[in-house]
């Protein structure tokens, strides 16, 4: 996985922006972020439900695992790149998109 399929992942989704989130590049959907993605550091954020995130770090919590603080206890999970298969990060994305989108929205693509 690299940044770039990771991008083009996150704006395949119905009416995603991309915009600065301080150093970090972020990805929302009715103004509210579903991922962000530090190349610098060779990872992604992903807000996930806390079912959702026990799930997805089972897999390997080196690579898949809760950010550190209130906000890891909320969900957000840090991604690693290049250790992480592309088809669990899209399957990953779907759920944190689905998450944050607005449900009338969600309802219209389902």
């Given at each position: 996985m690299t940044a770039e399929t990771f991008r083009s992942i996150c704006l395949?989704?119905?009416?995603?922006?991309?915009?600065?989130?301080f150093e970090l590049t972020?990805?929302?959907?009715?103004?509210?972020i579903f991922a962000t993605l530090s190349q610098e550091k060779h990872r992604a954020m992903l807000k996930l439900s806390q079912v959702d995130q026990s799930v997805f770090c089972s897999f390997d919590k080196k690579i898949i695992y809760p950010?550190?603080?209130?906000?890891?206890?909320?969900?957000?999970?840090y991604f690693e790149f290049g250790k992480v298969k592309k088809e669990m990060l899209k399957d990953a994305l779907t759920q944190a998109y689905y998450n944050v989108a607005p449900k009338s929205l969600s309802q219209k693509i389902l």
């Open positions: 395949s989704f119905p009416y995603v922006v991309e915009l600065p989130h972020s990805f929302r959907v009715s103004k509210k950010v550190p603080g209130a906000w890891g206890k909320k969900g957000c999970t």
